[in-house]
């Protein structure tokens, strides 16, 4: 779907952002392993969302929708033997997630998804399955695994994702025996994995960590919790790079200064550029000045901030740099390569090195052609925002991958002066 996005300044504006896609998916794997009924409250509608939930299902659990809440049938940790199926869609999250929870029954899990999902990063848990003499087959179509980890020493990389560490963590309390999961070399994004912990204690699952080592006791049980899923920082960026860079306010409502997501971290950023941040009872709020300037961004905790950011760069005084940015190229789509390509249809270039972004300020040229989205809901949301940075209207192709985390981002959009009309 090609969508038209021409820009109208609305000086002051506000939006409402869906739930956490990150919380929910912890949340909906921390009530599915647990005895007994669980209440989630604020669970978004997107594919990401919907693939975890069908694979949860396909492992025993029940969820009935009433309203804006799910009631969740957990479990109890009895996972079902046997052939089961799991359809992933395009989300990494709920591959890594579910990998680690098929490896710890009995039986043969098929794994299927969209676009690039099976050739993305898995080789810390292929080692981990070929070490103990498990079945491990992909052939980019389809993953094969075979169940039956043994509690013990796991040694992964951090290097590439945090959710291996995650998925360990939630599944490994579920062995007989006792584990120790020990995480080589630098450990991206930390903090999901303390989102992750998070999840885990209000479920009463115990984990000690030591630096980048967990002791995890085996034969835990999770309990049933009920809980509030908090707003979506990663779908929030967007609306608050563009007040940002177009000397506007927004109100982001419910977005409070304590939420617990990793890209918070976007607004010590945003601040450190210029930009004037607050939060209040009702949100938090962004305004943009006229003399942003470039800084140091260190994107190894958020690197779904990276896109947005790259789009900001541009329109700073100054030069930017991110640092730790390779890990960008096993995303949905290699969002260096992507972003680099895009940008320069606009005139705008993007100097990517091995583990670094240089963007210096660059006055945009009108695109020749129109923007293409590359079936990545992150690519998707920066280039919305060029729209405000070019005099005609641009013209967005692919926008269709949005539903992956945000199908109404385009709609909320328009409250930021950004009008979206077929193309």
Known sequence: ??????????????????????????ALITAALAAGTSVLANLPDNEDIRATLRCLEQ???????????????????HLPAGDLHMDCGASGSTLRFMIALAGIRSGRTVFTGTGRLLSRPLAEYE??????????ENDGTRLVVEGGLRGGLFAVSGER????VSGLLMALPLLEDDSVLQVNGTLQSASYVDLTEQYLAMAGIRVRRQDQTWTIPGNQKYLAHDTVIGPDVSAAAPFAVLAAMTDTEV????????????????FAILQDMGAEVSFGKDGCRVRGRNLLHGVTVDLSDCPDLGPVLFVLAAA????????????????????????????????????????????????????AAELECHDDHRIAMALSLMAARLNDPVVLA?????????????????NGGVVCTGA
């Open 251 to 266: 109100l982001i409502s419910g977005l409070k200064t304590g939420a617990r997501h990793p890209d918070m971290r976007l």
């Open 316 to 367: 700073a005084e100054g030069t930017t740099r991110f640092t730790h940015a390779g890990r960008l190229r096993y995303k949905e789509s290699d969002r260096l390569a992507v972003m680099a390509e895009e940008l320069a249809r606009c005139g705008i270039v993007m100097t990517v090195l091995d583990d670094e972004v240089i963007i210096a300020s660059q006055q945009p040229r009108q695109p």
């Open 127 to 136: 080692e981990l399955f070929v070490r103990q003499g498990l079945r491990f």
């Open 398 to 414: 692919g926008t269709e991958c949005i539903a992956k985390s945000y199908p109404d981002y385009f709609a909320v959009l328009e």
């Open 161 to 164: 994702s945090s959710q291996f």
């Open 59 to 77: 492992f025993g659990a029940g969820f009935a929708f009433s309203g804006e809440q799910v009631i969740v049938h957990g479990t109890g940790g």
């Open 1 to 26: 779907m090609k969508l038209r996005l021409t820009y109208h300044p609305v000086q002051n504006w506000q939006v409402a952002v869906p739930a956490g896609k990150s919380q929910s998916h912890r």
